[in-house]
């Protein structure tokens, strides 16, 4: 008689295990976001979650999170400048895009048709287009105060070290420039010529 219940709930217990482990294999997420986590800016903490079609921006209020912004785009945050958050989106096969967020306020700002990559004060770089590989991209200078966008003409790679601008420009079929700004877009300096025999594309 003891050998028949310990059967029982040996096969009742088996059966519970499978029960919960379908349930458990069931509730897992369908989908993985592409980018997600929290980030801190001036003293608050903010989570970002986006997927392909969508961003939301939740920010810390003791120990929950509440919607300030969120929008039918793709974006990624980029950094802040005064009371401004800034994201960017878009790329090599969608236009760009760049959205602000002003702290203590609800909802996204569109800011203009390019991808912000970096800033050293107010000065802002990036791409108002990116192309495929191998091709060159349209650089850009962008002024967070005067919302002023400067074109730069094609080339990769746009960076700052230290409070410098450097990237290199496409000149013609057959030579780049590394080029070199001071972060305002001033003082634009050659710093190295590179030539090819084989068309730069």
């Known amino acids: 008689m003891k050998k028949i219940l310990m059967k029982k709930k040996t096969l009742m217990l088996t059966g519970i295990f499978m029960i919960l482990l379908l349930v458990g294999v069931s509730l897992r997420p369908s989908t993985v976001k592409a980018d997600s986590g929290t980030f801190r800016v001036n003293g608050r903490t903010y989570y970002i979650s986006n997927d392909m079609y969508s961003t939301v921006l939740y920010q810390k209020t003791g120990y929950n999170y509440r919607l300030v912004a969120s929008i039918g785009k793709n974006m990624n945050y980029k950094f802040s400048y005064g009371n401004k958050l800034y994201f960017s989106g878009g790329g090599e096969w969608t236009s760009c895009y760049t959205y602000s967020y002003t702290v203590g306020k609800k909802g996204f700002n569109r800011v203009g048709s390019f991808f912000l990559k970096s800033h050293r ?81």
């Open 121 to 201: 004060s107010r000065y802002a770089i990036g791409y108002t287009d990116i192309a495929g590989d191998p091709s060159p991209s349209s650089l850009c200078m962008f002024n967070l105060s005067s919302r002023k966008l400067t074109r730069i003409g094609k080339g990769c790679d746009i960076k700052f070290i230290g409070n410098k601008i450097y990237y290199a420009a496409v000149k013609n079929k057959y030579t780049m420039q590394i080029i070199r700004r001071n972060a305002n877009g001033s003082g634009k300096r050659v710093v190295k010529t590179i030539k090819t025999s084989r068309i730069i594309s």
